[in-house]
């Protein structure tokens, strides 16, 4: 039997694969943000907080590096709901999302923070600088300068991890290659698509990421 | 209805476990070969065979496993194979690892001194001997940390294989959780299984690390 490639499903499949790609792409704007906001408390919480925190913190990340996504994805999904606690599946795969990235984001915030020189702080404390003006104004640009190839090659993982969200029913890229791949019967070529969509969101994100951080942390951020 | 204890859940995860244990090993195994191939081209002398193994792992890096795994499994009846969870899961895997482990040899290869490759042209290796007597030995023991790194996202990897069907832990864990509805039990012990396994490994890879590091 010979197989014979057919895409002619694909012109009245483009609204969905859009629509799926723009739940991707508010999944991980929202996941960077508050990942990366975790993560810089995180950071500091390990390095200058009381020691049970800073035993916490490392569990923490020791868990979450060490379990797969989809069982933290299903842990939170299936397992709150029975403490009371029901999540929207969006919600729940943003907070799986976000709390997956962070693990790994506060090592790599952290080696940021071990890097900027201990002269520093103490440059801006004998200025006057309160402790947190000292972590918020010197150190922390410098230190997000320093892990920025790091955090952006995360966020683009972290992207393309979040399709086994589809798992839950959150109505994302994989999803609807799901719903399309269903309907259609042509599920290599569904899935080949969209395969593509996700190589082109990834190279996309990954040029955004680079050319804000130029903006944003000034030059020599590659 | 059937009542399940916790030693019944934890045997029969226990059970399906040996499945993930079995695919991790086969797809590193698998993946180490391939990579090995795709490193060849990586690190070649010709132009196109280097881009052609850029573009190799830059696809399958720039893509999620899921639909890697989804491909494997829809593309294969086109090859005239049969679908089968087990055939795509370990396809899929094995060349996934393949793409991950090539660049992080090749950036074992790329730190190695130049001198290192003169050294051994002017003892008259050719091409093949030098990879195989000097370049490569070096190029592992400097990569050991990351690559044991890689071992272990690759455990956690086959948690995906679950959705194409293979009946390993996580899947075998729905179908408990479905019977039992005791999801914080079933999911904390799956995710207490999969810690077990790749804690060690962890550890290690730092160990390593921090042996380089003192180097």
């Known amino acids: 039997m010979t197989y014979s490639l057919d895409f002619g499903w694909l012109a009245g499949a483009t609204g969905a694969i859009a629509r799926g790609a723009a739940t991707t792409i508010l999944l991980i704007a929202v996941t960077t943000l508050a990942g990366t906001l975790l993560s810089i408390l995180g950071a500091a919480g390990r390095r200058n907080g009381p020691l049970l925190l800073k035993r916490a913190i490392g569990w923490y990340v020791e868990v979450i590096r060490n379990t797969p996504f989809l069982v933290q994805l299903f842990f939170i999904f299936f397992g709150l709901p029975s403490i009371g606690v029901r999540l929207d599946p969006v919600l729940a795969a943003m907070l799986a999302m976000t709390l997956n990235m962070a693990a790994y984001t506060i090592e790599i915030v952290g080696a940021g923070l071990d890097a900027v020189p201990p002269g520093q702080t103490e440059a801006a404390l004998a200025l006057g600088l309160r402790p947190r003006q000292v972590f918020i104004k010197i150190v922390l640009p410098q230190a997000l300068k320093v892990i920025y190839p790091a955090l952006t090659s995360q966020i683009v993982i972290m992207m393309l991890e979040s399709a086994v969200v589809s798992q839950i029913a959150v109505r994302e890229l994989t999803y609807e290659a799901d719903m399309l791949q269903a309907r259609t019967f042509r599920a290599f070529e569904t899935y080949f698509v969209v395969t593509m969509v996700y190589l082109a969101l990834s190279i996309g994100l990954r040029r955004l990421l680079v050319g804000g951080g130029r903006r944003l942390l000034g030059a020599g951020v590659s | 209805m059937i009542e399940f ?38 690190i070649a002398k010709n132009k196109w065979a280097r881009r052609l193994a850029s573009g190799y792992i830059a696809l399958f890096q720039g893509t999620p496993l899921l639909m890697q795994l989804f491909l494997m499994f829809f593309g294969l009846p086109m090859v005239g194979l049969r679908i089968e969870p087990w055939t795509a899961a370990v396809l899929g895997l094995t060349f996934f690892a393949s793409a991950y482990l090539a660049e992080i040899w090749r950036g074992g290869v790329d730190a190695l001194p130049r001198g290192q490759w003169d050294a051994g042209a002017s003892l008259g290796l050719h091409y093949l001997q030098e990879l195989r007597l000097i370049i490569l030995p070096q190029a592992f023991s400097i990569t050991r940390a990351p ?17 194409i069907g293979f009946e390993e832990l996580v899947r075998t864990s729905n179908a408990i959780n479905n019977a039992t509805f005791e999801p914080f039990k079933v999911y ?4 207490l299984i999969f810690f077990v396994m790749c804690f060690p490994l962890t ?7 921090q042996r380089a590091a003192a180097r």
């Open chain 2, 5 to 42: 204890t916790f030693w019944d859940i934890l045997r029969n995860l226990l059970l399906a476990a040996r499945w993930t244990v079995l695919l991790s090993l086969a797809a590193f195994m698998g993946g180490a070969v391939v990579g090995m191939i795709v490193l060849f081209f990586r």
């Open chain 2, 147 to 163: 690559t044991v790194g890689f071992l272990v996202q690759l455990i956690k990897s086959t948690a995906l294989t679950s959705i």
């Open chain 2, 188 to 191: 904390g012990l799956v995710a």
């Open chain 2, 203 to 209: 550890q290690y890879a730092r160990s390593l690390e």
